[in-house]
């Protein structure tokens, strides 16, 4: 599987278009390394058109997350509807991940923690 990416900034915005499952998030762990491998280390996941995401794709994304913050990174999520962001209350996975309302927001995030 492919995935739509476009880059603000230093910030590569990678959309996930179906359900996040294994076999997609399978195919997200090997981009994200790919990603890595070549310098990205700030990435948002787009999640604007998932309406489900099944543990092993969260347990992708917690160990993505740790690879961006290993090189001075970070890995966020953007857009999620309603139903996805209780998915991540409800695991306490926001208090770990960031969820932004907008990609605006997470460049402005970027711009501050390079800055610090």
């Given at each position: 599987m492919?995935?739509?990416?476009?880059?603000?900034?230093?910030?590569?915005?990678?959309?996930?278009?179906?359900?996040?499952?294994?076999?997609?998030?399978?195919n997200?762990?090997?981009?994200?390394?790919?990603?890595?491998?070549?310098?990205?280390?700030?990435?948002?996941?787009?999640?604007?058109?998932?309406?489900?995401?099944?543990?092993?794709?969260?347990?992708?994304?917690?160990?993505?997350?740790?690879?961006?913050?290993?090189?001075?990174?970070?890995?966020?999520?953007?857009?999620?509807?309603?139903?996805?962001?209780?998915?991540?209350?409800?695991?306490?996975?926001?208090?770990?991940?960031?969820?932004?309302?907008?990609?605006?927001d997470?460049?402005?995030?970027?711009?501050?923690?390079?800055?610090?």
């Amino acid at each position: 599987m492919k995935f739509n990416t476009r880059e603000i900034g230093r910030l590569k915005i990678i959309d996930v278009e179906r359900e996040f499952t294994a076999q997609v998030g399978e195919n997200f762990r090997e981009y994200v390394d790919s990603l890595l491998k070549s310098g990205v280390i700030f990435i948002a996941v787009n999640l604007d058109k998932i309406d489900y995401i099944n543990s092993l794709a969260l347990g992708i994304i917690l160990s993505k997350m740790r690879a961006c913050r290993d090189r001075g990174g970070d890995l966020f999520i953007v857009n999620a509807i309603e139903k996805i962001k209780n998915i991540f209350r409800l695991t306490k996975l926001d208090q770990i991940i960031k969820i932004y309302d907008s990609e605006g927001d997470v460049v402005k995030k970027i711009s501050m923690i390079e800055n610090q």
